[in-house]
C-alpha cells in the first residue's frame, strides 16, 4: 500500500510561483509513474502532468504546458510540480497520484494511489 503526501500549497499573487511536493511511502517508488491532477470547486477533477516510473517521459496538459514542470527525485521517494506565472485560473486541490499503468495515462483511473491534497490559491 502506498502512501501519498502532499504539501507546499498555499496563498499566492497572480503571477509568482509554488513548488508542490509529494512523497511516497510503503512502497517501492520506481515502480509507478506519478501523476498530478487538480480539481476547482464545481468542477470535475483534471489531469495536469505525469511523470514516467524512469522520470524520462513527462506529458503535460496543454493548459499548463511551458507553465508548469513536473519532476521526481528517486532517492527521496518525492515528486514535484514546479508551477510559475501562476493565474487565479490555477487555483484548485491539487493531487498527487501513482499508477502502474500505462494506459489512458490522463485520466485519473490510471491511477492506484492518490494523496489527500493540497490547496493552491492564486489571487488577482
Known amino acids: 500500500q502506498v502512501q501519498l503526501v502532499e504539501s507546499g500549497g498555499g496563498l499566492v499573487q497572480a503571477g509568482g510561483s509554488l513548488r508542490l511536493s509529494c512523497a511516497a511511502s510503503?512502497?517501492?517508488?520506481?515502480?509507478?509513474?506519478m501523476g498530478w491532477f487538480r480539481q476547482a470547486p464545481g468542477k470535475e477533477r483534471e489531469f495536469v502532468a505525469r511523470i514516467s516510473r524512469s522520470g524520462g517521459i513527462t506529458r503535460y496538459a496543454d493548459s499548463v504546458k511551458g507553465q508548469f514542470t513536473i519532476s521526481r527525485d528517486t532517492a527521496k521517494d518525492t515528486v514535484y510540480l514546479q508551477m510559475n506565472s501562476l493565474k487565479p485560473e490555477d487555483t484548485a486541490v491539487y493531487y498527487c497520484a501513482a499508477g502502474s499503468t500505462t494506459v489512458k495515462v490522463t485520466s485519473s483511473s490510471a491511477y492506484d494511489y492518490w494523496g489527500q491534497g493540497t490547496q493552491v490559491t492564486v489571487s488577482s
Open positions: 510503503g512502497g517501492t517508488f520506481s515502480n509507478y509513474a
